[in-house]
């Protein structure tokens, strides 16, 4: 093989376009739309909204995380309340409750899908309550496309009346029962940052239950504006809203989503298929035919007591010499300097999924010869 200086990167999630982007970016500049509204805005809402089974509403916003933030909002997360969050997941997740000035309550995972745990969850619930406090919202995560244990989930929710803020940043494509993930919360987050399944650039949009939430959605993502002819204001708004040129790229993006789902899926049988060769590699694959994950990234888990001592930091390192992109699977919220001292639930489920797990090269843009590369490399790894 050649020397890596010589090697093409292999990115673990780039962006894909599918060619008709620009033709929306275009007449977006044709007709001067070069605004935070306009027919983009509007076509990409829709086609969303149609996406995802045309039951709820969609307001398209500057990022996932924003999304997040004005879901808290409309729930009225304000100074002091407490709001649970999977801790297992990316910041973005759980930064928005400390811009309220609320205390991030996580909860562990389990194993079967990398998720919330049900029954940490519910311990959780019981301990904030004794304590004094009923948790304002509850941020269950699909992580890396993988529905979570979405009935138990809501179950534990209702019994409490807690209001579920379903972070589905890393799912659109992925369904739970045939339903789509996006749809099961009180709210829903979408990220269409670089990285994402679909990518506006940067961007996000916010699954609301009906138009006056979303009409409500709108108003705090461009200033919180009265009906006024003046510029007047009674809340406090925020500057969130999508430009007409970013959802250009979305709605070209639309066009090719179900592609890019099923060539992330088929990467995930790529590396199925590689480790089933190699004892003590597990790929993160759903556990019944209730879950369809779009597979965004393609994760394992390296246990060095069956593969002979190697362990993913070893295989990162080798695939990194071979100009191979992986990373370490998301540390955990609890385990963050940043929220150092936040109250955490469960065991250690998803500390040993970040000390054991790796994510792979997964993007709908990879050629047969980057699956020779990655393949030949964990080859070498393991077969030594
Ligand atoms: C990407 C992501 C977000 C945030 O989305 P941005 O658009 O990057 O702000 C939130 N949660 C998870 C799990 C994500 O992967």
């Not at 008709?20 to 007709?31: L, S």
């Not at 995972?109 to 009923?134: H, Q």
């Amino acid at each position: 093989m050649s020397t890596t200086t010589e090697l093409s990167k292999i990115w673990l999630s780039s962006p894909h376009m599918g060619g008709q982007e620009q033709t929306f970016v275009n007449a977006a500049f044709a007709e001067n739309w070069i605004a935070p509204l306009g027919p983009n805005v509007n076509g990409f809402e829709e086609d969303l909204k149609q996406y995802i089974g045309n039951e709820k509403e969609v307001a398209v916003l500057s990022s996932g995380t924003a999304a997040i933030h004005l879901a808290l909002v409309q729930l009225d997360v304000s100074k002091g309340d407490e709001v649970i969050c999977q801790s297992f997941t990316f910041c973005g997740s759980a930064n928005p409750i400390l811009y309220q000035g609320a205390t991030p309550i996580f909860v562990d995972s389990e194993p079967s899908t990398w998720n919330i745990c049900p029954k940490a969850l519910e311990t959780a619930i019981l301990d904030r309550i004794s304590k004094g406090k009923t948790p304002k919202a509850i941020i269950p995560v699909h992580l890396y496309g993988m529905p979570y244990l979405v009935d138990e989930v809501a179950t534990v929710a209702k019994k409490y009346n807690i209001p579920i803020i379903e972070d589905a940043a890393e799912s659109l494509g992925s369904t739970y029962k045939s339903k789509s993930c996006g749809t099961f919360g009180d709210f829903a987050a979408l990220s269409f940052n670089g990285n994402k399944i679909i990518t506006t650039s940067g961007g996000g949009a916010l699954v609301c239950k009906d138009k006056t939430s979303k009409e409500k959605t709108v108003f705090f993502s461009t200033q919180a504006r009265d009906n006024a002819p003046h510029y007047q204001h009674s809340e406090v708004g925020f500057n969130y809203r999508m430009s007409n040129i970013s959802a250009g790229i979305g709605r070209g993006q639309m066009l090719v989503l179900d592609d890019h789902v099923a060539l992330r899926r088929q990467m995930h049988q790529f590396y199925k298929d590689i480790f089933n060769e190699i004892d003590g590699v597990d790929v993160l694959s759903e556990p019944s035919q209730d879950f369809f994950s779009n597979h965004w990234l393609s994760t394992i888990l390296v246990d060095p007591k069956l593969t002979k001592g190697i362990d993913r930091e070893q295989l990162r390192l080798h695939l990194d010499t071979y100009n191979i992109e992986s990373r370490p699977l998301w540390k955990p919220m609890h385990l963050q300097p940043v929220f150092a001292g936040m109250p955490f639930y469960g065991g250690k489920v998803a500390e040993e999924l970040f000390a054991k797990g790796l994510c792979l090269p997964s993007g709908s843009n990879l050629l047969d010869e980057d699956r020779d590369r990655i393949k030949s490399a964990i080859f070498e790894v393991f077969k030594n």
